[in-house]
T-cell receptor, first 113, second 111 residues
Framework: DAGVIQSPRHEVTEMGQEVTLRCKPISGHDYLFWYRQTMMRGLELLIYFNNNVPIDDSGMPEDRFSAKMPNASFSTLKIQPSEPRDSAVYFC???????????FGPGTRLTVL | KQEVTQIPAALSVPEGENLVLNCSFTDSAIYNLQWFRQDPGKGLTSLLLIQSSQREQTSGRLNASLDKSSGRSTLYIAASQPGDSATYLCASGAGSYQLTFGKGTKLSVIP
């Protein structure tokens, strides 16, 4: 398996633009997580899915953020409109079972100007 | 809400030394604890996973222990090498699920 795949790896956009981040989890994993990492706050859980269903989105900072998982092999995290304070590295991770080992993707480095 | 603390924030050791990284957590009702490694500009790599029923896990030169009653985990690295230089993060899952991460310990192994 190629591991968790994320795209794009880098995204530079202007304030107010829509940003869509993509993730392909490891085949067979039933949990998918979106995290955000900044120097100030470290790693923060934004939302997680179980069998494509959102379970907990309490970490999503604002209504500007939304996430979907239309099938077991694809998820998106959308920010609209984007703001400079959204600049961070966004990671997608997946696991088999809630207590299983978690595997992270390489991340998307987002810069909002 | 689970809080995870890692001390020290940074550690520098000479090559060949054995070392211990510390992780503490506030909610002892965890279902697992994981140790990760993160290289600069990279994602996280899972190193060791300890389930709540276990006391330790070993992989090569790495050994992680878990003491739920005291809210502590340690990562022991034997015979450190320059290639071990990275940031090490611990994370615990507890409650309704919040895999909470510590801020990490940045390890530098000096040749």
């Amino acid at each position: 398996d190629a591991g968790v795949i994320q795209s794009p790896r880098h995204e530079v956009t202007e304030m107010g633009q829509e940003v869509t981040l993509r993730c392909k989890p490891i085949s067979g994993h039933d949990y998918l997580f979106w995290y955000r990492q900044t120097m100030m706050r470290g790693l923060e859980l934004l939302i997680y899915f179980n069998n494509n269903v959102p379970i907990d989105d309490s970490g999503m900072p604002e209504d500007r953020f939304s996430a979907k998982m239309p099938n077991a092999s694809f998820s998106t995290l959308k920010i609209q409109p984007s703001e400079p304070r959204d600049s961070a590295v966004y990671f997608c991770a997946s696991s088999l079972g809630l207590a299983g080992a978690m595997f992270f993707g390489p991340g998307t480095r987002l810069t909002v100007l | 809400k689970q809080e995870v603390t890692q001390i020290p924030a940074a550690l520098s050791v000479p090559e060949g030394e054995n070392l211990v990284l510390n992780c503490s957590f506030t909610d002892s009702a965890i279902y697992n604890l994981q140790w990760f490694r993160q290289d600069p500009g990279k994602g996280l790599t899972s190193l060791l996973l300890i389930q709540s029923s276990q006391r330790e896990q070993t992989s090569g030169r790495l050994n992680a222990s878990l003491d739920k009653s005291s809210g502590r985990s340690t990562l022991y690295i034997a015979a450190s090498q320059p290639g071990d230089s990275a940031t090490y993060l611990c994370a615990s899952g507890a409650g309704s699920y919040q895999l909470t991460f510590g801020k990490g310990t940045k390890l530098s192994v000096i040749p």
